[in-house]
């Protein structure tokens, strides 16, 4: 999808003039391709955002899943990393009622999703993403692939000239 903003742009205004308590569920059903800007690529995205008029402003509830590319930090192979999401953030509707989040409902009723949605998936991504628990890495003599071809190396005897200094520092 070419332009997350107008996905995750939602209209809330309505909601203003209901009553407090009263909720609206927007579904987002496997969109296959999101580019948030400026550097988060996500995959089967889906989820909903549960949105409730509270006396202070609208409280909203997102749950998504998606995935992103990452790399194997073993074998540095590509793989799908999945993600999951659960936040909740009002949108106050004064400067006196906001949280720590310091966001605020915007005069013409539309509120933006994808900056929150990116931060929060950003922050689910592992520092040291592994394609499973079971990876085995990287051959550390040749770098080859230890998942595709398991090996062993035989023991390198060495410059047979620097032996005498090898003996010498055993026996010491």
Known sequence: MDNPRQIFRLNVGFIVNFPVGHSRDFIFEEIPFVHLQPDLDLYNL???ARITRTPQGLLVQVRMRAATRAECVRCLTDFQLPLAIDFTELYAFSER????????LPEDGNI???????????????INALCSQACRGLCPVCGESLNDNPHEHA??????????????????
């Not at 933006?112 to 592992?126: F, G, K, Q, T, V």
């Not at 023991?155 to 010491?172: C, M, Q, V």
């Open 97 to 104: 009622t906001t949280s720590e989040s310091g966001l605020i």
């Open 112 to 126: 933006d999703l994808s900056p929150l949605i990116r931060e929060y998936m950003l922050l689910e991504i592992p």
């Open 46 to 48: 889906s989820g909903t």
């Open 155 to 172: 023991l390198e005897t060495g410059d047979p000239r620097l032996a005498i200094l090898k003996d010498f520092l055993e026996h010491e």
